[in-house]
């Protein structure tokens, strides 16, 4: 469970230094009157916190998950799975899908709908790409023998990047609606916003999806072992 | 005022039934009467503090309740009081937590001279193994339960052979003398419960646990599990024997090693069926 | 107080906090049953909640039953008996009490005490309900279904959740709770948002974090808790229906059941119980929490006083919180876990209790010089103060990891977390709800009949569960269908559990008093007003009873002062709504 508590006090340090700000050790009783409210003019939109909250749920489901994969790997029946080569190319496209969609995101500010447009249209496309390869990735194993329940770290593997592979489905429902959005009609201050949101989303997916395929190669084993070293 | 009357009631009867209630632990027969040492501690403090809270409720409902003209005190705070309420509270607090680490360390501590024994659960039965002449437990194994090994016991592990088993029988221990036992379940969790000897542990299958103690009286326990498991739970039953020396070692010498109960069981062509599953 | 500067004179921005857009309805249908109105919404979360709450009462009689009279009722069987156990619990701590004070009171509460029009993201807040409906529906389906639901103890602890010898093991029952669960988790984490994002982005003008009551506070605090905690549970029943139903071995070790070797192996058990108790303690508080909030307001109400050391309380709430993500493995003492694991967590354990006990202190502080209104809902403040400071003491027996051993795993268990996470947040479910009915309805409930399910209730609960805790001290251990022989089981264990059976009888019936008081009391309760109990909070100023949708008529509320302005010195009257300047005062306090 180390990984999620490092991650949880991560969470906490983000709410505490949020909260620092809040006059916590202010006495309400003393201060009648409405100017205490240190909120800006210009607040962030609702819908950006609510992303913000709702990732930082969705990286504790990650986390969970593999706190769960390392606590599951101290057992002895644990043999770690090659990967198969092409989840290389399933990473470059999913970088791919991320930084397009971060350009849509910079064409939209600057009032460029029509870049804008077509470069959504190959971040969806990417994104399509990369779920297509994540299946083509589990056909490969399933047919070189390494079935869903034939070893722990199999069933990890499968069961992860499912849960991630969800997730990309869901991004792309939302990032087709927005596609379909600016098609109807000029890209305005709400749609701009969403296109935002999709490319906070992506980036955060693609984040995920680099530490699991560091988890899954081996590597975050690495990296776990030095920082062990490192505490003792 | 039925409020205030009826508050101190209830603290007050809380307190009587405490004190008189025919519902107390069963007498020790281990040497974990630190435990229970501990939970006195805790109940006094405690007690005094669920008293004093109710009381002092019941106090102010007295005290204030609304009349005509009451007006409420202003006062958002007295850092002084709250301060010093913490303190004590951290005191109190310090006070139970201390003994119970203390004892907690004592209780995951086996003593060296402590001897092995293993219980092994499964659905709904326990069962017993005892070191043989060799000291020693031999390794067992879920993989190679089968009927004639229920206990899922390594054949091939020279400490194996001479190991005393108890299936679905009484266990007996010796008094006076420390012992380890050792949990090892072969389906789903159990958990070695006499009321007694106040330590149990759950029974996990795929590893194996333990817990240590003293037997300190002699008699005849029951043992309950005390983990659901399964539709049989409240069923499983096991009976544990604490004996004088003497009559502890003419119990073991009655009882039969792994080699005997094989042996017995039905010759070699059951053992040809085991050493295939094994192998498997 | 230099940087208090007064607010006359200048001229008071409206509302600086963007309004929203809402949603309008069209039809009956978008009005009143696919509603984006958060208090449509609370309704129908608590409305549910309360019916399937009702199935968990009447599952706790049967239980009781057997408990109390063993071998009187055939039809109860050792099957049935889990399957009901297993069932009352998880309806009672997820599906009841969760869904009820976050789901229930969190939409109803929030948008009126922060003074916002509605939730941020309503559509989502809408999605979230209709999810939970379906969450409780393939819940209750279970009882349905062949093989009938699951018999695994709530914990639903494997490997014995789905063997067969369990009830719904292998048939549908583990199934159907797994993805009941599962649904519920994707349906809170919408409503979820809602209320963080709400209490981040939609409070009024004024209305800065201190100055919140502390309602919002604990249900706030609750949700960060519970959005952070769920994904455990989650986790742990997706890898659960994995080895259910994919036959892989994420929990499941090698087993040989019944002398029959299984096709698993090498899983650990213990991984699903930290996964579970990583979600199953701060679920604790994400019960207690918004309870230990609303009581805090009814006692300062119903006191004519405020909440004394309102920031000890805001602080309080927030360390038990972070507190509690550090504690889960007190669950697990006797588990088999690596014995030295209890130092730390006997160590956080009772670390906690300071904080609480701190809450604790300050309620009954409260009391102390107030103007004591003996209301309903004071009443029920004043039982939940003696039944959590009860259930809250006998937490620190389990706590503190060698008293622990002998009481783990028996009715000491089962009475202290009825106590403390049963009993007393449900005394303030039931005072919250005699106090904002008026609210949500416009009519008082019944009085007479309140205090006869106040007693009966408060009285019989206590009478259920004080003495419990000695059939656990005794050695009874929890989830026995029936207890049978033993030589610590004398004649008194068994009348004690039938004393206990029939006070669970009589205190199941009141609550159909108070059903009924809920209904007759929609048409023939004394029309309450807009603030009958004279209250400081925002969601008592609102300029209609019962608030339409968006709440505040034309312009938002501002806030000009702390929720607890009760019984100021040379005011009017005895308490000052969060939204009325103070002119004189406050021209005072510029001046220093």
Known sequence: MTVVMVFLAVIAVIIAWWLAQQRLASKPWLEVGHTHDHRGIEPVPAAKIGLGVFLAVVGALFTLFISAYFMRMASSDWSPMPLPRFLWINTGVLVVSSVTLHWAKVEAERRNDEAARTSLLVALAAGLAFLVGQLFAWRALSSAGYLLSGNPANSFFYMITGMHGLHIVGGLAALGRVTLRTWDAPIDRRTRLAIGLCATYWHFMLAVWVVLFALFSGWANDVVDLCRQLLT | MAVVVILVLLAAGSVLFHLLSPWWWTPIASNWNYIDNTLIITFWITGFVFVAVVLFMAYCVLRFRHRPGNQAAYEPENKRLEGWLAMSTTVGVIAMLAPGLFVWNQFVTVPAEATEVEVVGQQWLWSFRLPGADGKLGTSETRDVAPENSLGLNRNDAATLDDLIIEGGELHLPIGKPVKVLLRSVDVLHDFYVPEFRAKMDMVPGMVTYFWFTPTRTGTFEILCAELCGVGHPQMRGTVVVDTEADYQTWLAQQQTFSQLTASAGGSSTAATADASSAQ | ?????????????????????????????????????????????????????????????????????????????????????????????????????????????????????????????????????????????????????????????????????????????????????????????????NYVVTVLQGRARGMTLMRMPLTVWGIITATVMALLAFPALFVACVMMLFDRLLGTSFFMPAIAEMGEQLEYGGGSPILFQHLFWFFGHPEVYIVALPAFGIVSDLISTHARKNIFGYRMMVWAIVIIGALSFVVWAHHMYVSGMNPYFGFFFATTTLIIAVPTAIKVYNWVLTLWRGDIHLTLPMLFALAFIVTFVNGGLTGLFLGNVVVDVPLSDTMFVVAHFHMVMGVAPILVIFGAIYHWYPKVTGRMLNEALGQLHFWVTFLGAYAIFFPMHYLGLVGVPRRYHELGDASFVTDSVHSLNAFISVAALIVGAAQIVFLFNLVWSLRHGREAGGNPWRATTLEWQTPETPPPHGNWGKELPVVYRWAYDYSVPGAPEDFIPQNQPAPGRMSHEAAS
């Open chain 3, 1 to 193: 107080m230099v940087d208090v500067r007064s607010g006359i004179g200048e001229a008071v921005p409206p509302a600086e906090v963007e309004d929203v857009e809402l949603y309008h309805p069209h039809s009956w249908w978008t009005r009143y049953v696919f509603s984006q109105d958060a208090k449509i919404i609370a309704i129908q979360y608590s409305t549910t909640a309360i019916a399937i709450g009702m199935v968990a009462l009447v599952l706790s009689w049967l239980i009781r039953l057997q408990l109390g009279f063993p071998g009187t009722f055939e039809l109860i069987d050792a099957e049935r008996y889990y399957q009901f156990i297993t069932m009352h619990g998880m309806i009672m701590v997820i599906y009841l009490l969760t869904a009820l004070f976050l789901g229930g009171f969190g939409n109803y509460l929030i948008p009126l005490m922060v003074g916002a029009r509605d939730m941020v993201f309503p559509y989502a807040n809408m999605l979230s309900y209709w999810i939970y409906l379906l969450a409780v529906l393939v819940l209750a389906a279970s009882f349905f279904a062949p093989g009938g639901p699951t018999g695994a103890g709530w914990t639903l602890y494997p490997p014995q959740a789905i063997l067969s010898n369990t009830p719904g093991g292998r048939d549908w029952g583990i199934i159907l709770m797994l993805s009941s669960l599962i649904i519920f988790i994707i349906g809170f984490t919408m409503g979820g948002l």
